[in-house]
């Protein structure tokens, strides 16, 4: 069989756009759904998630505002293509995420049904930005650029950082509802550290 089969190739731009799309839909999901539970996660868009709690403010405007310093950090390290899909990739989310409200309405679902399908969905959500070189900004941007330079594992990095973040939670939240959170959070990092490696594939 041709070693052509399994050499890779860089997306065509179509290629691209449907990749980011699919991918931001996937992502939503999973915090549309974490956001019924009551749960938070790691990131910037669990950062936003604990401020959209305690403060009463939108989460979709929050999270964007929360990632606009690490636009100029995307910019400054990889240049003005990855800059211009954080930015798609972060409005299609908090887009998407908002208007997902009026047509897909939750009475109720159980903390760890949530936190499971949040880890699996957000996590091949931000496995495929990252394979068409885009992220969920903030800590993702850092992450992708460490592991590109470094060869860190970006799942380890978001890991690391997340763990931070849930230690704030523990002081503000239900100890139970952090946990819960806590599986959701590791269930995505694992998805993206197990899967994503640059040598499988080319972005353009």
Known sequence: MSADLYSPRRYSRFEDLQGIIIASAQAALGIFLLRAAGLVTGGTAGTALVLSYLMGWNFSLTFFALNLPFFAFAWL???????????????????????????????????????????????????????HASSLGGA?????????????????????????????????????????????TVILNLVVAFNHRRDWYVVS
């Open 140 to 184: 993702s941007i850092v992450a992708l650029i460490l592991q590109d330079r470094f060869g860190i594992k970006a799942g380890w990095t978001q890991l690391a950082h997340d763990a931070v973040l849930f230690l704030i939670a523990a002081f503000l939240f239900p100890a139970t509802m952090v946990l819960w959170s806590l599986l959701g």
């Open 77 to 131: 390290a990889r240049g003005p293509v990855f800059f211009c899909k954080n930015i798609a990739t972060v409005t299609a989310v908090s887009l998407m995420t908002e208007a997902m409200k009026p047509y897909l309405l939750i009475d109720s679902i159980h903390p760890g049904l949530a936190a499971l399908i949040f880890g699996i969905s957000a996590g091949v959500g931000l496995l495929g930005l990252f394979r």
